[in-house]
């Protein structure tokens, strides 16, 4: 490999989960990574010496403010964004966007059009298809089932100037495809139409930089990225200015806080700190003691090149193996396509949950089903097979854990 991450492995204490006595390998970092340590001695930290709540006038409180300034700060950076004050907290993506779809609908009326993917997670997509109700036409573009991309054609056939919302997501978190933003925001921008971008599942794997996409809105969620459960938002001043959001009488009516409802996760937020200084960590391999000083964010685009050295040669690995068993089929691009290193896979004759559980019983952590991509699994026609299975890489998997994986898979499709 490229870039050697093995030293980081000893930084999450959950690779030392055992069952069956099979140690654990987590191929399950598509729904969620492993805490490393300094993100967990984060949260412990503010739960044990700072919890406190909000903008009172003594030592706990004001430093729950100041840490709440360092996380947007933090996410700023990780994102992109050229202020703090664009980047807004919540429970989850899902709530957040709920927030975002009601707020936004607030200027819209009946008859105006929201367009979403077949590619979706449905947390970028039942949030606007719940706006049907009040007469707003939403349209969804449909999947190439060949090789599980868009079909940009037809967006650039339905994209008109009654579209007042294009919504995204930046990568698939079933299948790993990787979406053409650059194309779509293009053609939203070019009818006026508002665009959120959902960066759940890429946020893992791939550098973001929202003022190069021109995107208007962005979410993601920490858990995914080494940190803990929270969601981030992502706002343009302008847009995020001009939103008109469902808030308590006392709450600001600027932004962020206009979208922040309710007290927030302060321990989660500490920790989120720390995600993102891990990842700043991984940079640090890929540019060495040059003699130069780099600020957080040339660090963390460095730690995101060096996650990719490190798991597309696994991935490879990975994706040749499942291809080399027969009855295995995987769906999706190549392994060295526009993707991320997730690959979702079938088991001729067998049904997801079993091969599933089948994989956890011998220590291999891997998930089934749909994952909330419900409407991709139905294009598929896998519903009555119980979806896929969904294997994902993270910096503390290995080789060795990859052959477990494949020769587990082997041994159930041989049966």
Partial sequence: M???????????????????????????????????KQVIDA??????QGNANIHGFYLTTIQTDEMLLKAREAMAVLLGAKSRDEIAFGANMTTLNFSLSRALARDMKPGDEIIITDLDHEANRSPWMELEEQGIVVKSVPVRTED????????????????????????????????????????????????????VHYAAHGPIDVQSLGCDFLLCSAYKFFGPHIGVLYGKTEAFECLKTYKVRPQSPNPPNKIETG??????IAGSIEAVNFIAGLGDVVLGDDGQEH???????????????YERPLFRRLVDGLRGIDGVTLYGLPWNGSRTPTVAFTVDGVHASDVARHLGDVGVFVMCGDFYATKLIEVLDLVERGGVIRAGLAPYNTVEEVDRLLAAVEEIASR
């Fill in 148 to 199: 599980c991309t868009l079909d940009y054609d037809w967006l650039r056939r339905e994209i008109n100037p009654r579209v007042r919302v294009v919504a995204v997501g930046y990568a698939s978190n079933a299948v790993g495809t990787v979406n053409d933003l650059e194309t779509v925001i293009k053609l939203a921008k070019s009818v006026g139409a508002t665009t959120v971008v959902d960066a």
């Fill in 295 to 309: 600020n957080l964010r040339d660090r963390v685009v460095a730690g995101y090149r060096a996650l990719e050295e």
């Fill in 263 to 268: 007290t927030l996760n302060h321990e989660g």
């Fill in 43 to 48: 949260m412990v930290g503010y739960c044990e």
């Fill in 2 to 36: 490229a870039i050697d991450l093995s030293y980081y492995r000893k930084e999450f204490p959950a690779v030392e989960v055992a069952v069956n006595g099979y140690k654990a390998a987590y191929f399950d970092s598509a729904g969620g990574t492993q805490f490393p």
